[in-house]
């Protein structure tokens, strides 16, 4: 068995070569890392920044950690330095540079004033470390500080261009909502352009000066870095953007089509007035013509529409096509319900002239049927028929005295003309009264 020291057994030489080898290659991966780390864009960017909230504080932290880093690399170099040069100094090491570099290589040979706490921990008095020990408590701190750098530089690659970009489309609607006159205090839409303006400016400058509080951490993820951009208030002023450039749209179209659309109203309107205007000669002509009937009144032209669309006139002379799209959108509903109106109103006055002709013509057409069958001479019938022609034909017409006497007239036409001959083989409605019915 080989002596031991305080450290356990003495390390032969093909362990102490095999340690250093390690050691070396761990100093080479470290030393790697702090030089990327030195270099990386987020950090030159953190480090010329005003920064604050949550960024200042964890990249103050970052800060200390970056500068205990290099103490700790430095303090990692020179025992990895001593430990080579006692192991050059012979080609066969003895036994007691054996002793020194086991200690070197397995005790703890690096004391750090103030100790190197874990990321997060408070300082601690100096303590002494291993080498295994100080590359752990390296890895941790290097981890933190990259996650907070990469974190950093993230948010500030992907949200600061996305808002120029949104703020520079915003700028095109904006003079493209001017142009057709949707201006703040004038439009909906105005306003909400300078809402999105006020929002996208204050977004930029939070973003710039504190870019971790726009950072959202993978969940279950312990790389550096793991996480993505907090693109909320991004993605919502970009909606009401879209939502407004719609809106804008729609005022585009009326300006394109708002003369056809006005020639079309007045078209509208004025079959509505001419439809009311007969409505009110024909009620004067039931009045006059029909007894003993209530006839509806017929109500006035659409005066208020008229005027709303000599203001749509107006809208599109001066350009105010903002305020024109909505009048037009309603203007058009409404005129069709006038006109609908109007001809229901023409409908219900003629009502009575209706029926008053729907008599005459059943009154001749039993009369015809009676000549068909030689029954038209007939004292009964020819006395039964001048009376309901009389009442009909004279003015004013009572309906129901004159309903009736066309009813007298069918039944006494019916009586003389007996039941209905019955072709032989077809059924008819005699043919329901035999036995068995």
């Known amino acids: 068995m080989g002596d031991t020291g305080p450290t356990g057994p003495v390390m032969d030489r093909d362990e102490v070569d095999r340690a250093l080898a390690r050691l070396g290659v761990e100093h080479e991966a470290v030393e790697t890392s702090l030089l990327a780390l030195q270099d990386h864009a987020g950090r030159r960017l953190l480090e010329g920044a005003e920064l604050t909230g949550v960024t200042r504080e964890r990249w103050a932290a970052a800060e200390a950690s970056i500068t205990l880093l290099w103490t700790c690399f430095d303090a990692y170099t020179g025992a990895l330095r001593t430990a080579r040069e006692i192991r050059a100094r012979r080609r066969w090491s003895s036994r007691g540079d054996l002793a020194e570099l086991t200690e070197l290589l397995r005790g703890e040979p690096v004391a750090l004033p103030g100790g190197v706490p874990a990321p997060g921990a408070p300082a601690r008095l100096g303590e002494r470390y291993s080498l295994d020990t100080l590359v752990d408590r390296m890895n941790q701190l290097y981890a933190d500080c990259l996650d907070t750098v990469v974190a950093a530089d993230a948010v500030w690659s992907a949200l600061p261009a996305r808002i120029d970009l949104l703020a520079a489309e915003l700028g095109r609607t904006r003079r493209l909502a001017h142009s057709v006159g949707v201006r703040p205090g004038e439009h909906p839409a105005g306003d909400d352009l300078e809402r999105i303006t006020r929002t996208l400016t204050v977004l930029r400058e939070r973003v710039v000066s504190d870019p971790l509080a726009y950072w959202r951490p993978a969940q279950g993820s312990s790389a550096p870095g793991g996480g993505r951009p907090d693109t909320t208030v991004y993605d919502r002023e970009a909606r009401a953007l879209e939502d407004v450039r719609r809106e804008i749209d729609a005022v585009l179209a009326v300006r394109q089509d708002a003369e056809q659309r006005i020639v079309r109203l007045r078209d509208v309107l004025s079959r509505a007035d001419r439809t009311l205007a007969e409505a009110r000669t024909a009620r004067g002509e ?145 043919d329901r009264t035999g036995p068995g019915a």
């Open 286 to 430: 039931v009045l006059a013509k029909i007894a003993a009937t209530e006839v509806p009144v017929v109500s006035g032209p659409p005066t208020a529409l008229q005027e709303r669309l000599v203001a749509a006139a107006e809208y599109r002379r001066h350009a105010q096509w903002h305020r024109l799209s909505p009048l037009l959108e309603a203007l058009e509903e409404q005129a069709e319900d006038e006109l609908l109106r109007a001809r229901e109103s023409l409908t219900a006055v003629t009502a009575p002239l209706a029926v008053r002709a729907e008599l005459r013509g059943r009154l001749d057409a039993y009369k015809a049927k009676t000549a068909r069958l030689g029954l038209a001479e007939d004292p009964e019938l020819v006395e039964k028929y001048e009376r309901a022609r009389r009442m009909l034909w004279s003015a004013p017409c009572d309906l129901r005295v004159a309903e009736q006497a066309v009813l007298r007239y069918q039944r006494a036409a019916a009586e003389l003309l007996g039941p209905a001959p019955r072709v032989p083989g077809q059924g008819g409605p005699a």
